[in-house]
């Protein structure tokens, strides 16, 4: 969640609230989508760190196999925000040429949308017509809810991310929020009236600043040393976050967007409190565990059921082979 720390307001460094985990949550929507459609990946599952952020488990046997280069590769192709603190452009994914529109990935389009201009955040009907996750993202969290230009340094590096050549409207809107204050939807809308206004030729590039702004302040933050190697340490589930005494609970999709980190996930003294409550001759008649009767019990059903599914599809694997094989 620090990587966050340039773009939202409501926290900083360790500390995380519901507010600031909707970046964790549009993030999630994202490269869920990515790893099942475009790598075809199954049995996901995302487990919540017990402090400021949330794991993925990729448990295909194709994903466990795949060695360090290709793990580096999907990485590298996955990774979009790049650079230090210090640097103000942190997306780098090429400028039109000869007045044609920059095309994007596949991925990179179902995440982002066609038009940058929909939906614009002053409408009547705001996000609720962005279909893209990212666009509405990004008028809900970084332009409503955290306000993040707010301020003039946070505006100051918007600016500085539109393009280069357009000095004269850059300057024109500096002017006027240096006049008065502004809400950052109120300097979004004028961002989107000066592209607007922009001349024909000058529209692409318009397009791809804008494209890229979205891009910079929505796109998951991945810290890519943890997927790139094998031998890497990972943090499994149910363990206790050392800090926080905040259990590593799994969490479906459906769940992530409510999720409270603050409260949302059990600790080892509501869990001691729990059992204690339970009555004595009902907790030895359970053979499952004592667990069952404490606020974990979901989410130990949750990896019951994903491991279910991982072994029933290893059998029906095995299955097809042996049938392949009798046919010779």
């Known amino acids: 969640m620090t990587d966050y720390d340039e773009i939202r307001t409501c926290c900083s460094d360790k500390s995380i609230c519901r507010r600031c985990w909707q970046f964790i949550a549009i993030a999630v929507e994202v490269l869920d989508a990515t790893l099942r459609e475009d790598f075809g990946y199954r049995h996901l599952l995302w487990v919540y760190s017990g402090r400021r952020g949330i794991h993925c488990w990729v448990s295909d046997p194709d994903a466990c196999e795949l060695p360090d280069e290709a793990r580096r590769a999907l990485m590298g192709w996955i990774e979009v925000i790049k650079g230090s603190a210090n640097q103000a452009k942190k997306v780098a994914l090429g400028t039109p040429s000869g007045g044609n529109a920059r095309v994007l990935h596949p991925s990179l389009r179902r995440a982002l949308g066609t038009d940058v201009f929909a939906g614009t955040s002053s409408s009547s009907q705001g996000s609720a017509t962005l279909r893209s996750p990212l666009q509405r993202a990004f008028v809900d969290v970084v332009l409503r809810d955290q306000d993040c230009f707010r301020d003039r340094p946070r505006w100051e590096l918007l600016l500085a991310l539109l393009p280069a050549h357009e000095t004269e409207l850059v300057a024109r809107l500096q002017t006027r929020w240096e006049a008065a204050p502004r809400s950052s939807v109120q300097k979004w809308d004028d961002v ?56 590593c609970v799994p969490l479906e999709l459906e769940q992530i967007q409510k999720f409270d980190p603050e409260c949302g996930a059990p600790t080892v003294a509501q869990l001691l409190r729990e059992l204690n409550a339970t009555p004595q001759g009902e907790s030895e008649a359970h053979t499952r565990g004592e667990w069952e009767h404490t606020s974990l ?7 019951d059921q994903l491991c279910a599914r991982i072994l029933r599809d290893v059998r029906d694997a095995k299955r097809a082979a042996q049938r392949q094989s009798l046919d010779f």
């Open 192 to 247: 989107l009236e000066a592209a607007a206004r922009s001349a024909e030729r000058a529209r692409p590039a318009w397009i791809a600043a804008l494209e890229d702004i979205v891009l910079q302040y929505t796109y998951p933050r991945i810290d890519a040393e943890v997927t790139k190697r094998q031998n890497h340490l990972l943090k499994s589930p149910f363990v206790v976050h050392p800090s926080t005494g905040r259990v």
């Open 297 to 303: 019990r979901p989410y130990v059903e949750q990896l």
